[in-house]
Structure formats: structure tokens, C-alpha cells
């Protein structure tokens, strides 16, 4: 099939993108874009030309695989194809049905009117791509929504429904059938002629305010966290109101450019495919074929038992929540409600979403109200004997075909299995907190469980829009196995000379959503002393835990919940505390440790470095399948740095060899578990990558 197919509705071309599955504007398709539109506009016949997409994509925007590519700049750009039609002598107008991303709304930006489907979503989100629209986004958009709006829409990323992307002024009009009204439309323009172009339109920026939009500024750029493109997009922004649309273009096109070539780019183009990929599991049924889960138990209404009910209940999916005492279940119930209520007052979701979704979600003590559920999580606190006597009750009371997954994040599957008379339908769905918010879900495989329970994990975990990556069954399984190093190293960092300050600096510097210690004060340490306890007596003969949180809880510090911790706090705000260095200047002269400077690059190699060296270990056990799982794992569960691309691919970067030098380093100072990769080891001296392991 051609790429573009054209039909005629009188006088009317409509030109129909034709690219599965989203129409990225490849070279092929430019090709066949740029040829119907010279057809049809050389066409006597042809009095206005509609272009359109599939259902589910107008355009996902540019070939994101043929970025660094003879391919990418190949004639038509998109540039020129926006030229033509910008410039055509006929009207020409978007009929626009699911997405408009990128690329693909810069296009329809050009067209001289857009009318979109009530369900499409329109947006620019190359920045999530490490990118700025780089065909007039940043030129066309501010003079449909103004300047500093447009800077907020193309910053932010997120693509807009139609509804608010016509309040905006980017759709024109919002049809049922978008490509009838759009024929519609292009009649009537043809007959009383084509609006300005946008590009051509002032009224939005004619008052361009030069100071506001630099007092706006750093509202604009605060969540960049070291992210490249939005201070460069802000650039662009200023560009677009500032000079002729010719020169601003040329200008957008620079920058593009010096992105496209970056290291953040690549980064986060591996981060998108790493996550698509991470869908793929070898051997698991396609999530189309899987049963579908029509209905959800979830065993405990605490914090997390309450968030994840949310999540289904918010892809319209019933949930029956058990706890064991009625007030429970209703101090559970106005946690939700609560929440909920708090995104409406944002105006972050509808009232309307939040009465749907409160009705899905029902309470009982009685676990025969679980009969009747495809799916029961388990959502108690960590505590193997619990978690088995739960498991041994749902085995009776649920349908033999009911899947029993559970939240634990760090207990090992098969003895929870072993609890049932079904293994091969026990499986971990590990959330992470808050559940309603964070993207990750960790599918954890027990030694029985069936390809199928896979399957149906992951088929519902596109429906509940979280990211799912297969992990094995070990203690902590990807991400939290991972994690005890990084905050171990960090204690061990402040007994031998660093702050809490420069820790956390130089994690935040890197670009963490917040530094360790930090999080730490904010969870609370009291309640780790007790894992700590154990730990410290299971741990290798050659190891030592740091006591530094011990000496915290002592002095009565515990965390923010206590107003002081590794800082002290006023409000939320976090100071630097004299008391804290105290203390840990005591814990190290007690150690005989001597304590010195340390640099910020060896705080940050010794923090990280360990990562991907667990990392690696977990990949050579088949804990992880790939190196993109575990990348996939920490930048949608642990706040790391989409623009690092997550710790395996930024080992890569900074040199797989000085990953295992360092791993070397530490193995000597904390103990064997710390020792480099064999694989690792292998995969530098062979100077190879992970995808060549
Ligand atoms: C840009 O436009 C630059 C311009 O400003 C300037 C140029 C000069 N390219 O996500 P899905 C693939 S930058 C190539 O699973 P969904 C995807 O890999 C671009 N491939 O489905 C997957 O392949 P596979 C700006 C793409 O329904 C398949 O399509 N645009 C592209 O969950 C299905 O995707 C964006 O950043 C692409 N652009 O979500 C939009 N898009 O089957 C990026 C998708 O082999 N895309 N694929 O695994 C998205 O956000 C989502 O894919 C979308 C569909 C919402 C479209």
C-alpha cells in the first residue's frame, strides 16, 4: 500500500497517511506526502486538500530511528513539505483523529486549519526525546497561544486533549468525524479563501513582553533537573517573538541540531525504546491473546493497598479492597477520597472522574467477596508468615482461574506460592509508592509461574498505564537489590570525610529527583532500624554496615517526621544541621577513621558506579533480561535521570573498565559482594556493550 492514498469528496483531495502503526514521517512518507500534495495542487479539479491519518495516529512526528541518518535530512524535510503547504495556493486543512505528536502537529500546524477528533491528544514532546520541535513548533505555537504558554506546552511535553488544545487555540474546530467536518471546512475556505498562515499571524505576540518572559524564566525550567532542551526551547521561544519568522526558524533549527548530536538525546531515545522493549517479553504471550482481568481484589487499605485501587479504578476497572476491620476499610476509603479530591481542586482531573472512579471502589472485611475477581493483590506489610496465611485463605475463597499476585518488594515469591495450590497463577506486581503516580510495575516470576500470568500482568499493565519490566525472584528483585549499594556507599561517604549536603548535592547535581540522604530523612529511619538489625546479622563475615543512622535515631533524629534528620527542618525546607557533623564526626574518630576531602567526581562514581555493577550481576543470574529493563526500572521507579538514560547505559558511557576499577576500589574497602561483574569485566576488556553480552 502506498504511503499516502488520496480519495476525492468533490472537489476535495483527501490525503490519507498511511505508515503503521503511528505514521512516524519517515522517508517514505515525506516522499508520499510531497507527491499527492504536488498532484493534487497541480490538479484543475482540486479546489482544497484534506489531510488526515489513521484512528489511532494523525502522526507520531518524526522517524525517531532514523535520527542520526542520511535518512533524517533527506528531501522533502519536513520543512519543505510545511513550506509547500503553507504556501499552497489552495487550502489545505488537518482532519485529526488520536495523536498529533512532534513532527506530526508541527505538519498540521502548517496546514491552514486543524479540526480534531474529541479523543485526539495534540502536542510537542520532543523534549521528552532530549529535543525541541526542530520543524517551527517553537515558531508556529507561540503565535496560536501566546509566548509564554507555548514555552509551557512544549517544556512540559505533555501532549493536550483536543478539548483543551481547541480552548487553547491550536484545533480550530473538534468533530465527531473529523475528516466530514474538515471537507466541510476546506469547501468553505476554498470558496472564501485561506485564513493568514499561522506563521504569518501576529496578534498573539505583537505585545511581547521581553521582561515577563525572562521573570518567567525560571518557573519554566525548574523541573529541567540538568535536562538540556528546555532552557533551549525557552531560547527558541524568545526567538519566535523577537525576530522574523525566517530567521527564528533558522535559528530553531540550530539548536535542533546541537541536540539531535548530544549525549542527553541519545539517552533518552535509548530510555524510549529501552521502555517498549521492556514490554517484549520472549516466551509470554502476545498481551492482546491474554485474559482479560475484568475485575481486582486488593488485600489491605493502607497507603499502598488504597493507591493501587486508584489506579484501577481510574482505567474503569472495579475494585473490591479487604482489610480486616471495618475502620480500617474507612480510614482507608477517605485516603482515596481525600486524593482524589486533591486533583480536583488542581483541576487535575474532572468531578466527574472522581465520583466514576469512587464508585468502582467498594470495601468488605469478608473475604467471599473476592469469589467472583480475575485478579487479587496483595497489599500488606512485609511479613512472609502474614503474606502466607492471606494467600492460603485466597487460594480457597477465589476462582481456580483467579491470578494472586503480591506487592511485596523485596520477599521471595515461591515461598508465598507455595502457600496456594495454583503457582502457576502467583506472581509479584511490585507498585511503587505513591502507586497512583509512579509509572513502574515490576512483574516478579516465581519459579512456577506460567507464561500466561505473565501475560496477563502485562497486558493489564498497559491498560492501567504503568510500565512493566519482568524481574526474577531474588531478595529485592531489579531495583531495590540495586539500591542498597547506593545508599549504602552514601553512609559510608559521610564516615569518611563528605556531608550530607555535598552528598546529596552531588546526587541531585547528577540529577536524581532527590539525593539519598534526603529521601532517607523523608521515609524515616526509625522504622529501618529494625531491617537493619537483621541485616547486620546475616550479612557476609567481611562486610560492616555503617552506623550513622543508628547515632540519628539515638540523638532522637528520625527524619523529617521528627523535623530533624541528616538536616534539620522548617517546614519542608531542609538546613544544613552543626549537630548532624557532630555526630558524625564522633561515629568517625570512634571508627579511627581519618576523616578528609572528598571530590565531588568521586562521590559521584561511588554512588553510582555500584549500580551498574549490581546491575551487571543481576543480568549475568537472568535476574534482568536486559540491560534496557533495568534502565527502564530506575528512571520510571527511583527518580534516576531519564537524560542519563538509567545507570546501565550511563556506565556505558562513562566506560564499563572505570566502572569495574571502581567496583574493584570498593570490594576491597566493604567486602566481597562489592567486586566487579564478571560480565562486566568480560564486556570491557572486550571493549563491547551490554546488547553484546
Ligand atoms: C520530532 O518529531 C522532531 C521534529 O520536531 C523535528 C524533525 C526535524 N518514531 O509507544 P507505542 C513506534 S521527534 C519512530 O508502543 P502507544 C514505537 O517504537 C518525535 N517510531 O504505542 C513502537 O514500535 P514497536 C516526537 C515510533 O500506542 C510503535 O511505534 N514524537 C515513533 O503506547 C508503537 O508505539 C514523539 O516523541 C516515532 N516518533 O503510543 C512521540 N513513535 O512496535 C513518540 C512511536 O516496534 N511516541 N514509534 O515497539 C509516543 O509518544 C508513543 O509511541 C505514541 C503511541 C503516543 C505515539
Known amino acids: 500500500m502506498p504511503s499516502v492514498t488520496r480519495t476525492t469528496e468533490g472537489k476535495i483531495a483527501v490525503l490519507t497517511m498511511n505508515a503503521p502503526p503511528v505514521n512516524a514521517l519517515g522517508t517514505d512518507l515525506r516522499a508520499g506526502i510531497g507527491e499527492e500534495f504536488a498532484l493534487a495542487l497541480n490538479d484543475p479539479e482540486i479546489s482544497a486538500i484534506v489531510l488526515t491519518g489513521s484512528d489511532r495516529a494523525f502522526s507520531a512526528g518524526a522517524d525517531v530511528r532514523e535520527f542520526g541518518t542520511d535518512k533524517a535530512v533527506a528531501e522533502p524535510r519536513l520543512k519543505t513539505l ?3 503547504i503553507e504556501g499552497a495556493n489552495k487550502p489545505v486543512v488537518a482532519a485529526i483523529s488520536g495523536v498529533a505528536l512532534g513532527g506530526g502537529l508541527e505538519l498540521a500546524l502548517s496546514c491552514h486549519a486543524r479540526v480534531a477528533a474529541p479523543t485526539a491528544r495534540l502536542g510537542l514532546p520532543e523534549v521528552n526525546l532530549g529535543l525541541l520541535p526542530g520543524a517551527g513548533g517553537t515558531v508556529r505555537l507561540p503565535r496560536l497561544v501566546g509566548a509564554i ?45 485561506k485564513p493568514t498562515p499561522v506563521i504569518e499571524r501576529e496578534d498573539k505576540i505583537a505585545d511581547f513582553d521581553t521582561d515577563a518572559f525572562e521573570a518567567a524564566r525560571p518557573g519554566l525550567l525548574k523541573k529541567s533537573r540538568g535536562a538540556l532542551a528546555p532552557a533551549r526551547i525557552a531560547d527558541c521561544v524568545f526567538a519566535a517573538c523577537t525576530r522574523p519568522p525566517q530567521e527564528a526558524l533558522a535559528f530553531e533549527e540550530e539548536a535542533f541540531k546541537e541536540l539531535v548530536t548530544g549525549s542527553q538525546h541519545r539517552a533518552l531515545k535509548h530510555v524510549f525504546f529501552a521502555e517498549r522493549q521492556a514490554r517484549k517479553v520472549p516466551g509470554v504471550p502476545d498481551p492482546k491473546e491474554a485474559a482479560e482481568i475484568a475485575s481486582v481484589g486488593i488485600i489491605g487499605s493502607g497507603l499502598m493497598g488504597g493507591g493501587i485501587a486508584m489506579v484501577f479504578a481510574n482505567a474503569g476497572i472495579p475494585v473490591t479492597i479487604i482489610d480486616v476491620a471495618e475502620d480500617s476499610l474507612a480510614k482507608g476509603r477517605r485516603m482515596i477520597e481525600t486524593n482524589y479530591q486533591r486533583s480536583v481542586d488542581r483541576g487535575s482531573i474532572p468531578q466527574e472522574k472522581m465520583d466514576r472512579s469512587l464508585y468502582l471502589i467498594t470495601g468488605t472485611t469478608d473475604y467471599e467477596g473476592l469469589g467472583e475477581t480475575d485478579l487479587v493483590i496483595e497489599a500488606v506489610f512485609e511479613n512472609m508468615e502474614l503474606k502466607q496465611d492471606i494467600f492460603g485463605r485466597l487460594d480457597q475463597v477465589t476462582r481456580p482461574e483467579a491470578i494472586l499476585a503480591s506487592n511485596t518488594s523485596s520477599l521471595d515469591i515461591d515461598q508465598i506460592a507455595s502457600a496456594t495450590s495454583r503457582p502457576e497463577k502467583v506472581i509479584g506486581a511490585h507498585f511503587f509508592s505513591p502507586a497512583n503516580v509512579m509509572k ?24 492501567i498505564a504503568k510500565v512493566p519490566v519482568l524481574a526474577g525472584n531474588c531478595d529485592g528483585f531489579i531495583g531495590n537489590r540495586m539500591l542498597q549499594y547506593y545508599t549504602a556507599e552514601a553512609e559510608y561517604l ?11 548535592r552531588v546526587a541531585e547535581g547528577f540529577g536524581m529527583a532527590m539525593g539519598p540522604l534526603a529521601m532517607r530523612d523523608l521515609s524515616g529511619m526509625d522504622t529501618s532500624i529494625r531491617i537493619r ?25 528520625i527524619g523529617q517526621k521528627s523535623g530533624k534528620g541528616y538536616y534539620r527542618y522548617e517546614g519542608r525546607k531542609r538546613i544544613p544541621d552543626p549537630e548532624t557533623t557532630r555526630i558524625i564526626e564522633e561515629l568517625s574518630a570512634s571508627l579511627g577513621i581519618e576523616r578528609r576531602e572528598i571530590p565531588d567526581e568521586e562521590v559521584r562514581d561511588r554512588l553510582f558506579m555500584p549500580l551498574v555493577n549490581e546491575g551487571a550481576k543481576e543480568l549475568e543470574e537472568g535476574i534482568a533480561l536486559r540491560a534496557g529493563d533495568i534502565d527502564t526500572v530506575w528512571v520510571n521507579g527511583y527518580g534516576f535521570p531519564a537524560h542519563r538514560g538509567g545507570p546501565m547505559f550511563w556506565g556505558q558511557e562513562v566506560g564499563l573498565d572505570r566502572v569495574a576499577a571502581t567496583a574493584e576500589r570498593l570490594a576491597e574497602k566493604n567486602g566481597q559482594r562489592w567486586a566487579p561483574s564478571q560480565l562486566m569485566v568480560r564486556l570491557a576488556t572486550e571493549g563491547k556493550s551490554w546488547d553484546q553480552a
Open 149 to 193: 504558554r507555548a514555552a509551557e506546552i512544549i517544556i512540559a511535553g505533555k501532549p493536550l486533549p483536543a478539548a483543551a488544545a481547541h480552548e487553547a487555540g491550536i484545533a480550530d474546530e473538534i468533530a465527531e468525524d473529523p475528516v466530514a467536518a474538515a471537507v466541510t471546512l476546506a469547501t468553505e475556505l476554498a470558496i472564501k479563501g
Open 440 to 463: 513502574l510495575l515490576e512483574v516478579v516470576k516465581g519459579t512456577k509461574t506460567s507464561p500466561e500470568t505473565i501475560g496477563a500482568i502485562f497486558a493489564i499493565a498497559q491498560r
Open 82 to 84: 510545511e513550506s509547500m
Open 494 to 504: 559521610l564516615e569518611e570525610g563528605a556531608t550530607p549536603e555535598q552528598v546529596d
Open 533 to 557: 538489625e537483621i541485616r547486620r546479622k546475616t550479612m557476609p563475615a567481611d562486610e560492616r554496615m555503617a552506623e550513622v543512622v543508628e547515632r540519628l535515631v539515638e540523638a532522637g533524629r
